[in-house]
């Protein structure tokens, strides 16, 4: 969809352009050393100047490529840029030209991070003109695409209310009134029922007052759906045959089945909700050849494929080359970014995507030097590279890291050590009257980054209390959460804040289909990616943009990246005595 208010002119970037330049031939000031500093002084502001002429060198070019179109190329040059290193007057055009780029390359993450950053909200407070009216643009454009209406419509109205063009206007509320037609009608009613901006209630019930009564629910359906509760997009009447591709035997059948039951409930469930689902038939990877699977599936009218699961036979599909009918696999290639393929999409739980959340989220929040610990597998070294890349990508540190054994039952010989005060800690001084040091721990750590599973969680949370370490604020990713509420057990995992799955935080008769209470965690995460994949399959069918809008999922808010990777943005919740509690976005730190 075309930008609504028109960016900005060449002439306003060739002046910022030469702004830039011109303040890059400025001398950078010196500052008085402390009396401890050992580097000269003449070295130190020679190097201070020669990054910050780099930086502005950087943002010129970028600025540059964008006004050329070229949006790819100036997402790059923006990446390389140390904010930091640029005066207070270009800070303000690399927030929004960086942001804008992200926005239009469908980075919509990175977009998030930029414009929800405490800084950059500062920053944009000191907006005036042009600029204040690039930043609302943004916002709302960034809250309508994460679903987030209240957030989105706010940006809008006051843009609206700032402008002079009337045409400018009209457009602003054109954008206003999609968004609001995104919006689910049950979002819609909570948010009429209490604005939290009065402006705003006007506009929910004019748009309450233009929708149809949803379809009555049918009662009675399979076992364990008590009501559907699922209104598939309409686009899924279009579509006459979807093709499943899973194995009924090997490694990976146990899986494919939990998935298989997933995708089947969310069928059934927006069947009784009143739409129709297309023919669905099945096709056993373990039984033939992936590629005559799909090709069998195509010549059998399949509009659309879902699988495989397996990694070789993805990678056997990718590499197939021009695909007829869209591939949806149920996994991720972990090594491979950029398939080059337009109709083949990946779509899995990714612990590393989570790992590079939580750090995002930590680094939000001030953290900067991090413990972490994580289980001695395969997912648990995917996590905690990721987790460590984005951190140091972002100014953090790992100082520690450990990889530990599942079965460990008692964690102090394991967390002692690297717990322990270090030489460089400064001191404790002793109480009056020669009384003992108080006991403490080393002095460099500021958070922990966590992957386990709830029973792995409850040893380590009290262990770290047990070694003076119950300050640290721990972040996990969702395995710490089964979905099923255990106050008694739970309480042991103290105030951990992690990564959560929507449908573990749904009251138990609230969402429909649910993954049965009695599946070991892992399963239920795999029931929830199969109904997820029923959500996804009307968009990715042949002929049709592809998630041209977020899809609210039971494992994330779900996006398609440029590589054609489905992405999950995932809220975030902590426990709180037990129970698990939503962390508001100010929390949370979105």
């Not at 070294?381 to 984005?390: G, I, K, M, Q, Y």
Request: hydrophobic content about 40%; some cysteine.
């Amino acid at each position: 969809m075309p930008a609504i208010i028109p960016r900005s002119p060449p002439v306003q970037l060739l002046g910022i352009i030469t702004l830039i330049l011109a303040l890059a031939g400025c001398t950078t000031p010196q500052r008085t050393p402390a009396a401890t500093e050992t580097v000269p002084v003449v070295d130190r502001a020679s190097t201070e100047a020669a990054t910050a002429t780099r930086a502005r060198e950087l943002l010129a070019a970028a600025l540059s490529e964008q006004e050329a179109g070229a949006t790819a190329q100036a997402l790059q040059l923006y990446s390389r840029i140390d904010p930091d290193a640029l005066p207070q007057a270009p800070r303000g055009a690399y927030l929004l030209g960086y942001a804008d780029a992200a926005l239009q390359e469908g980075e919509i993450l990175r977009a998030r991070n930029l414009l929800t950053a405490p800084a950059a909200t500062a920053l944009g407070k000191t907006f005036t003109g042009d600029r204040r009216q690039r930043w609302l643009r943004l916002r709302g454009e960034l809250f309508g695409l994460l679903g987030e209406t209240a957030e989105s419509l706010s940006a809008y109205t006051t843009l609206a209310a700032e402008l002079d063009d009337a045409d400018v206007r009209t457009g602003v509320e054109q954008r206003i009134w999609t968004v609001l037609q995104q919006t689910p009608t049950s979002m819609l009613r909570k948010l009429a029922a209490e604005p939290a901006d009065p402006r705003l209630h006007s506009w929910y019930q004019l748009a309450l007052a233009g929708r149809q009564t949803e379809p009555t629910p049918a009662v009675g359906a399979a076992p364990g759906v008590e009501r559907a509760r699922i209104l598939a997009p309409e686009e899924v009447q279009a579509l006459n045959r979807v093709a499943l591709l899973l194995p009924e035997s090997g490694n990976y059948a146990t899986a494919a089945g939990i998935l298989r039951d997933g995708f089947l409930a969310a069928a059934f469930a927006a069947r009784t909700g009143g739409v129709q689902p297309p023919d669905i038939r099945f096709y056993d990877t373990a039984s033939d050849d992936v590629l005559a699977l799909y090709q069998r599936a195509v010549d059998e009218g399949a509009q659309l494929v879902i699988g495989p699961i397996e990694p070789e036979l993805l990678r056997r599909i990718r590499d197939r080359g021009q695909l007829p009918v869209p591939v949806l696999a149920l996994n991720y290639l972990e090594s491979d970014t950029a398939t080059g393929n337009l109709g083949f999409y990946q779509f899995g739980l990714s612990v590393a995507d989570e790992a590079k959340a939580a750090a995002h989220t930590a680094w939000r929040d001030g953290r900067r030097s991090a413990l972490a610990l994580v289980p001695d597998t395969g997912w648990g070294s995917r996590a905690l590279r990721a987790f460590t890349d984005t951190f140091r990508e972002l100014g953090g540190e790992v100082r520690e890291a450990v990889h530990y054994d599942m079965a460990l039952k008692d964690f102090t010989p394991v967390l002692r050590p690297l717990l322990a005060p270090r030489p460089t800690d400064s001191a404790t001084p002793a109480g009056a009257g020669g009384d003992a040091k108080p006991p403490r721990r080393r002095g460099d750590l500021d958070m922990v980054f966590l992957v386990a599973y709830p029973t792995q969680g409850r040893q380590i949370q009290p262990t770290l209390e047990f070694l003076y370490a119950g300050d640290l604020p721990i972040y996990a990713t969702s395995a710490i959460y089964s979905g099923t509420p255990d106050p008694a057990r739970d309480r042991d995992l103290g105030n951990i804040r992690f990564n959560a799955s929507p449908w573990t935080l749904a009251a138990p008769g609230q969402l429909v289909p649910r993954p049965d209470d009695q599946l070991p965690p892992a399963h239920q995460q795999l029931f929830a990616l199969g109904v997820d994949s029923y959500l996804l399959h009307a968009q990715l069918a042949d002929g049709m943009p592809g998630l041209a809008q977020p899809v609210h999922g039971q494992t994330g808010l779900l996006m398609l990246d440029g590589s054609g990777r489905v992405t999950r943005l995932q809220p975030w919740a902590r426990f709180r005595n037990g129970r698990v509690a939503p962390l508001s976005p100010a929390e949370s730190g979105t």
